[in-house]
C-alpha cells in the first residue's frame, strides 16, 4: 500500500503485465503500419513513460514527438476548450498514432481530434496503454487498448494524483475504504471490555461492533438477516458463519467512511477469523490487531461476584458458573491467539489496574501499530 498526500492506494497492475501490455501494442501497431515510417504522439504529462517505453519496443524506424494540451487561463467549464503546445511539425500526409497513458472520459481524445482536424494527416489511430470503458463518454474510435480498467482513480506509471506518483514504475488502484485501524478485543468475562471498548471508540473515533447488540438489533427490527437468524435461533441451532457475516458487512458499510470498527464478540472460530479477514480485504482493509485484556482469573471471579451483587444477571452470581465460563474463554480463544499470533497481530494487554490506567496501555499498543 501506498499514501499520496492524504490518499491510500494499493497495488494493481506490476510493471511485468505493463511490460508485456506495451510489447502487444507495440507488435500490432508495427503489423498494421508496415515500413512506412510512423509518427508517435505523446500527450504530455501523464504519456512520458508509455511513450518511452513503447518507442524502445517499436520494431521498425519511427518517430517521435511530444504535446500538450493547457487549459486556457481563466477559463473554468467542465468541457473546457484546451489550447494546444509543441505541435510544430509538419504532418502533413503523416501517419499519427497518438500515445495516450489513459483513456478516461474521452475529453482528453475529443479535443486531440479536434486539433488534428486541420493538420491534413494521412492516418490518425489512437492508442491507449490504459482504458476505462465504463467511463468512456465520445464515440472516437480506439485503435489499440493495452489495458482495460475499472472506472476506479490509479497511479504510477505516468499518471498521477494531484502532482505524485508519476514516478512509480508500477500502477497502483485507489483504495475502496480510506486507512482504517480495525480491532478484535478480546477478553475473559470481567475483564472490563465493555468499559475499555467505550473509552477506545471515543478515543480513536472507531465504530464498535458487538456481534450481541447486531443480532439484537437485526432481529428486533425484523431485517432480512434478523430473520434468517432468528430462524435459526429458534430451531435451537447455531446462527450459520455467513448470516452473521453478512450482518457484520452491512455493520461496516452503514459505515465505510469511520476511521476503523472494534469487533467484539466476533470471531470465536479460525473459520469466522478467515471469514473476518476476507470481508475487510473486500473493503481493502485488515484486521489490524487482535487486543486481549488478559486477567487473572482469581480477580475475575471477584470482579464478577462483586458485579452479580448489583447487576443481577445470574450468571454472575454462582462461583462455578463463573469459573466455567472463564475455562471456557479460555478453551476458546486459544485457537484464535495463535491465529492473529502466527500473523503477528495478537496484543495481550494487562487488565489488572485503575480503568485510566489499563485506557492507557491499549492506547499504547494500538498506537504502536
Ligand atoms: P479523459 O477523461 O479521457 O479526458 O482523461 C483526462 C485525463 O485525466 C487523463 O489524460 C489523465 O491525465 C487524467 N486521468 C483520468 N483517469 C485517471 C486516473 O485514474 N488516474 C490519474 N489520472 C487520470
Ligand atoms: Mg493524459
Do not use: W
Not at 490518499?7 to 511490460?19: G, L, T
Not at 482504458?131 to 499518471?159: C, Q, R, S, T, W
Amino acid at each position: 500500500m501506498i499514501k499520496l498526500h492524504e490518499k491510500y492506494f494499493k497495488p494493481f497492475i506490476s510493471a511485468q503485465q505493463i511490460d508485456d501490455a506495451l510489447a502487444r501494442m507495440a507488435e500490432e501497431i508495427a503489423n498494421d503500419i508496415g515500413d512506412e515510417i510512423p509518427v508517435f504522439i505523446g500527450i504530455l504529462n501523464g504519456s512520458f513513460m508509455v511513450v518511452s517505453d513503447f518507442v524502445k519496443k517499436y520494431p521498425k524506424p519511427c518517430e517521435v514527438t511530444f504535446i500538450k494540451l493547457a487549459s486556457y487561463e481563466g477559463v473554468k467549464s467542465t468541457e473546457d476548450i484546451q489550447r494546444l503546445i509543441g505541435l510544430t511539425q509538419d504532418l502533413t500526409g503523416r501517419t499519427v498514432v497518438i500515445l495516450e497513458d489513459i483513456i478516461d472520459t474521452g475529453n482528453t481524445l475529443a479535443e486531440v481530434h479536434r486539433i488534428f482536424r486541420n493538420e491534413n494527416v494521412k492516418t490518425l489511430k489512437i492508442a491507449t496503454l490504459f482504458y476505462k470503458p465504463e467511463a468512456y463518454k465520445k464515440d472516437f474510435k480506439l485503435h489499440y487498448v493495452g489495458i482495460e480498467i475499472p472506472n476506479k482513480f490509479i497511479v504510477g506509471y505516468g499518471l498521477d494524483y494531484d502532482g505524485l506518483g508519476r514516478d512509480i514504475p508500477e500502477v497502483y488502484q485507489i483504495k475502496e475504504t480510506q486507512h482504517m485501524t480495525n480491532l478484535v478485543l478480546f477478553g475473559p468475562p470481567g475483564a472490563g471490555k465493555g468499559t475499555q471498548a467505550n473509552f477506545l471508540k471515543e478515543k480513536y473515533n472507531l465504530v464498535h461492533i458487538s456481534t450481541g447488540d447486531v443480532f439484537r438489533f437485526n432481529i428486533k427490527n425484523e431485517t432480512a438477516l434478523g430473520m434468517l437468524a432468528k430462524s435459526f435461533i429458534d430451531k435451537g441451532e447455531l446462527v450459520p458463519d455467513q448470516v452473521t457475516i453478512d450482518m457484520l458487512n452491512a455493520e461496516v458499510e452503514k459505515n465505510a467512511d469511520a476511521n476503523g470498527f472494534i469487533f467484539d464478540g466476533f470471531p470465536r472460530t479460525n473459520a469466522q477469523a478467515e471469514s473476518l479477514d476476507k470481508l475487510m480485504e473486500s473493503k481493502d482493509s485488515q484486521i489490524d490487531a487482535m487486543i486481549a485484556l488478559e486477567v487473572d482469573d482469581e480477580i475475575l471471579v471477584g470482579r464478577l461476584l462483586e458485579r452479580g451483587k448489583t447487576s443481577g444477571r445470574p450468571d454472575d452470581a454462582d462461583e462455578s458458573i463463573i469459573r466455567n465460563r472463564i475455562t471456557e474463554y479460555y478453551s476458546k480463544t486459544a485457537i484464535l491467539k495463535d491465529y492473529y499470533n502466527a500473523q503477528n497481530k495478537y496484543f495481550g494487554v494487562d487488565g489488572v489496574g485503575s480503568i485510566e490506567d489499563i485506557t492507557v496501555r491499549l492506547s499504547t499498543a494500538i498506537d504502536n501499530l
